[in-house]
């Protein structure tokens, strides 16, 4: 093994900027509001921030479509106020990353203007353009079938010139042309660059194994009949020159030291996950498997699917694959249940139940904090907030993704009102909104977040119980609790973070039974998620005196309470 790297034992903390804190009362949050809590996010042992998309942007996807890759979006502030971040972050000893999205920019980027405005246009090439193909009855039909990820087709058509455009996801984010060398360049420049000059410590990299497209763009085969725009991940993902390009991209953020963590869609193969993630192959430092999240979506429609529509052991699978990913090699992976594009992980994974939430939050802390790899957090992960009410009407969704989805369900049934119910049930258990509520600080009106008069989105009405301050003042708090959990993992890295992970009871529905072992060191992690208490039996290589280092309920032996997470030392 390598030298370790402090990024390997770090505890990251990931910030949504619409919704983390308002500063000045126009209902968004903002920089300063970060700012302003950076305090309470370093005393919750946190060593580095992420903060998403704060880029200037129409926010057609919540900045995920960036028209100005050097300037910040007005209502969060300033590149001033970043300065301001990036100092206040490092003046106490934590490091910050941004999110890179280069897959795409937005259609009001001066680069994609420039290309739509003719054939002849300079940058014509710097996105992806094909003439249109027309059917037998001499209809117009897209280059072809792919479907993009938000639904409809990966293609627009534009009038004014006459060709269609690559999309992977909405019209208004357009795919760059990463065939094109000065393209990659201005976009490593812009993106990169700029703000490494300006003292970040590394990336998020959104959307990490798209950029090279398989040239081609032949028809994806027809797996759904019902439509005539099919799932082409295969053909867009994770293409011949992807390799390439990580290379380049390696080759500058080396020069500044800094780090990495891809997005890493669509890829289950832990063979394929490792060309990526070793240390050797010098493309990115660790990635976001997609296994965990994906459990119990729908196969055609992400949505199309129930709540609880799963089984334990598929979960265990899932994490279990980010656990072994580094056995015996040089590469790294992440520990992490949630971030903006994810339901809560009390709801989804397992309850929030009133009377069980709090269990079901400590007992999730224990699970990850015992996880080898880098940690990730998501704002609001700490104080155990849970999924929107399931009284909210649709009026009360922002994103993107769900409105599409639940005006697709609303044309394929005609309006069915047992269908929309349907959809509204899936997308308050799986939707990305359920991430996006503001931050709950305490019970004051709309939960501290701002001081205006309304927030961009409804606070989840849970904040009269869930909030930071109530939990800083009670010390069987889930804040509480997880800082004492990300003390423990600092104390105990090696076996930890580190160590080699093995799961005991894979089929078993009910429970979650792994051990830790590092250097003649064990750990055993016991999990109850059920309501009922559950007996369990010490793995046979468990070797040695149980010696209690925590429990999210209180007890020290016998059998584990309902939610309940225990951890021992094996000594
Ligand atoms: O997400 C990319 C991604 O692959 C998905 O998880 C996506 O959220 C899902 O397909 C939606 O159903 C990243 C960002 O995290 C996400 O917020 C952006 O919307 C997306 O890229 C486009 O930039």
């Not at 009001?108 to 710097?126: I, L, N, P």
């Not at 990659?184 to 660059?193: L, P, Q, W």
């Not at 160590?499 to 064990?522: A, L, R």
């Amino acid at each position: 093994r390598r030298q370790r790297k402090y990024w390997q034992d770090a505890t990251v903390y990931q910030i949504y900027p619409a919704s983390f804190k308002d500063s000045n009362g126009d209902g968004m949050g903002d920089l300063q509001g970060i700012i302003s809590k950076l305090d309470y996010i370093k005393e919750l042992g946190v060593d580095v921030i992420w903060v998403c998309p704060m880029y200037d942007s129409p926010q057609v996807d919540m900045g995920y479509d960036i028209s100005d890759y050097e300037s910040v979006y007005p209502p969060y502030g300033t590149v001033h106020d970043m300065e301001e971040l990036i100092e206040g972050t490092h003046k106490r000893g934590m490091k910050i990353i941004l999110d890179l999205v280069i897959n795409h920019t937005s259609d009001q980027h001066a680069w994609f203007k420039e290309s739509r405005s003719s054939k002849e246009s300079e940058k014509r090439d710097w996105y992806i353009w094909r003439p249109a193909k027309y059917d037998a009855d001499g209809n117009r039909r897209p280059p072809n079938n792919w479907r993009s990820e938000f639904g409809g087709s990966a293609w627009e058509w534009d009038e004014g010139s006459q060709e269609y455009y690559l999309h992977l996801f909405e019209p208004q984010q357009p795919d760059l042309n990463f065939e094109n060398e000065e393209a990659r360049k201005a976009i490593y420049a812009s993106a990169i660059e700029f703000w490494l000059e300006r003292g970040v410590d590394g990336f998020r990299v959104d959307t990490v194994n798209m950029y090279s497209k398989h040239q081609e763009f032949v028809d994806a085969p027809i797996k759904d009949e019902t439509s005539f725009f099919q799932k082409a991940a295969d053909f867009y993902c994770n293409g011949p020159y992807m390799h390439d390009y990580l290379s380049e991209i390696y080759a500058i953020l080396e020069k500044y030291d800094a780090f990495t963590v891809g997005e890493l869609p669509h890829t289950p193969d832990p063979a394929h996950i490792l060309r990526y993630v070793s240390a050797e192959a010098k493309q990115l430092n660790m990635v976001f498997q997609f296994d965990v999240v994906n459990v119990g979506l729908g196969p055609r429609y992400k949505y199309d699917s129930k709540p609880y529509n799963w089984a334990l052991p598929e979960f265990k699978k899932a994490l279990s694959g980010t656990q072994i990913l580094i056995d015996d090699n040089d590469g790294w992976t992440t520990a992490f249940l949630e971030n903006h594009d994810q339901a809560r992980s009390i709801t989804r994974f397992v309850t929030d139940k009133p009377e069980f939430r709090v269990q079901a939050g400590k007992m999730l802390a224990i699970m990850l904090s015992a996880f080898s790899g880098t940690l990730y957090l998501y704002q609001g992960q700490e104080i155990g907030m849970v999924n929107i009410p399931k009284d909210w009407p649709i009026e009360e969704y922002k994103d993107i993704d769900a409105l599409k989805y639940y005006k697709f369900v609303s044309e394929r049934t005609n309006g069915n009102q047992a269908e929309l119910d349907a959809a509204l049930e899936s997308l308050n258990y799986f939707g990305r909104d359920n991430a996006r509520t503001p931050m709950q600080w305490d019970d004051s009106p709309h939960g501290g977040f701002t001081s205006g008069k309304k927030p961009w989105m409804r606070v989840n009405d849970s904040f009269h119980e869930i909030n930071v301050a109530q939990q800083q003042k009670d010390k069987d708090s889930t804040l509480a609790f997880w800082k004492k959990m990300l003390k423990l993992r600092k104390e105990y890295n090696d076996v930890f973070i580190h160590g080699n992970y093995k799961v005991h009871d894979m089929e078993s529905p009910s429970t979650y039974i792994f051990t830790k072992s590092h250097n003649g060191q064990q750990v055993l992690v016991l999990l109850n998620f059920t309501e009922k208490e559950q007996e369990y039996s010490v793995p046979s290589e468990v070797d040695g005196k149980l010696e209690l280092l925590v429990s999210s309920a209180d007890s020290t032996e016998g059998p584990l309470k309902p939610y309940e997470g225990r951890l021992y030392l094996v000594s």
